[in-house]
């Protein structure tokens, strides 16, 4: 596999069975003040339980990102308690990414949000790979980068200012890094990050553009100019740099997908739809969001027992989406003919 062998399991990804078993959850994970209610708050927490990093008493960069219904990102940088906890915000219907040194390990739906669910816990497994087992030069340390002495540090303590959401100081301290070493690709797609971040779309443009003068195979930089030229409606230069991303990267689902929507928003349905297709065989669940998007071209186009059978297929992994009952009418309105159930 193209992409990082570090093994992360799902370990528990369950809604609150009770009200005060989460609060006490969240009061734990987040830390508590005095008079809280963490019934009534909203909240995505849990906890990345690290196995097999004592061997080497390195961590690599682990970030949690919290993609809310709005398409809004919230980031966090986990250090050896493997705590993070997004608090006051609704998680409802978005979607938990774990990165690793800047590449996508796992992405998971979150249910939506009723009056009884307002917080939502997801746990994770992150295994270090075992040196003793793996042949040299394998993809596993593909996109790692060596630092050492002054350089590591600036970037242990860029890494926690992150996770103290202070990004004025991780852009200094990033910026600083990259001015002793313009090779260190992953710092450049740090500071890209914290670009966007702020939309701040032209900083963020050019660290990605920097992060690929030193890595030209740096899929996770391709992927986010492809999502900048996205918001900026440059669809064509999105298409060919997304286009590079999955080459680079052809496991990356989240690629795929940005490349689906880029190639229907160039109205190239037939490509954007095998783009999709893609995103969901390389994560079912996490890219559940790509059949919505082909059933609503499959229903521009009038093919509407077709865009039933998308909405069927996602409601089967996403049972409790806030439109669910919509998409229900839809399908009963318009259902699917009988081989394509």
Same mark, same amino acid.
């Given at each position: ?21 989460? @609060? ?10 005095? &008079?809280?209610?963490? %019934? ?40 050896? %308690?493997?705590?993070?906890?997004? +608090?006051? $915000?609704?998680?409802? &219907?978005?979607? $938990? ?20 669910? +307002?917080? #939502? ?43 103290? =959401? ?35 779309? =032209?900083?963020?443009? @050019? ?45 990356? !689902? ?36 790509? #059949? ?39 399908? =009963?309105?318009?259902? !699917? ?5």
């Amino acid at each position: 596999m193209k992409r990082l062998t570090f093994l992360l399991v799902l370990c528990a990804a369950t809604a609150a069975q009770a009200e005060n078993t989460f @609060a006490q959850g969240a009061s734990e994970i987040c830390g508590d003040s005095a &008079g809280s209610n963490w %019934n009534a708050d909203s909240a995505v927490f849990g906890r990345i339980t690290l196995r097999g990093f004592e061997r080497s008493g390195k961590l690599p960069k682990i970030t949690v990102t919290l993609i809310d219904r709005n398409r809004s990102e919230h980031r966090y940088t986990i250090d050896r %308690n493997g705590n993070y906890c997004f +608090r006051g $915000i609704d998680g409802g &219907g978005g979607q $938990i990414v774990v990165d690793v040194e800047e590449n996508e390990i796992i992405r998971r739906s979150l249910p939506s949000s009723t009056t009884q669910l +307002r917080q #939502h816990r997801q746990d994770f497994e992150l295994n270090a790979p075992d040196d003793r087992q793996r042949p040299p030069s394998t993809v596993s340390a593909r996109y790692s980068y060596p630092r050492e002495g002054e350089n590591a540090a600036l970037f242990e303590r860029a890494a926690e200012a992150e996770r103290k =959401k202070d990004r004025g100081t991780a852009v200094k301290l990033l910026k600083e890094l990259v001015g002793k070493d313009a090779k260190d690709f992953v710092a450049w797609g740090r500071l890209g990050s914290i670009y966007f971040e702020q939309s701040d779309l =032209k900083a963020a443009e @050019a660290a990605y553009t920097k992060a690929l003068d030193a890595r030209p195979d740096f899929g996770f930089g391709m992927m986010n100019l492809g999502r900048i030229y996205l918001v900026q409606n440059k669809v064509d230069a999105a298409i060919e740099i997304l286009l590079r991303s999955t080459q680079a990267d052809p496991t990356a !689902p989240r690629a795929f997908q940005l490349l689906g929507e880029a190639y229907l928003l160039a109205k190239k349905g037939t490509l954007g739809v095998e783009a999709l297709t893609e995103a969901i065989r390389l994560d079912p669940v996490g890219m559940a969001e790509c #059949h919505l998007l082909m059933a609503r071209l499959y229903d521009r186009a009038g093919a509407r027992s077709w865009a039933s059978r998308e909405y069927q297929t996602f409601l089967k992994k996403v049972p409790d989406h806030a439109e669910k009952k919509k998409f229900e009418k839809y399908i =009963k309105d318009n259902p !699917p003919e009988p081989d394509e159930q």
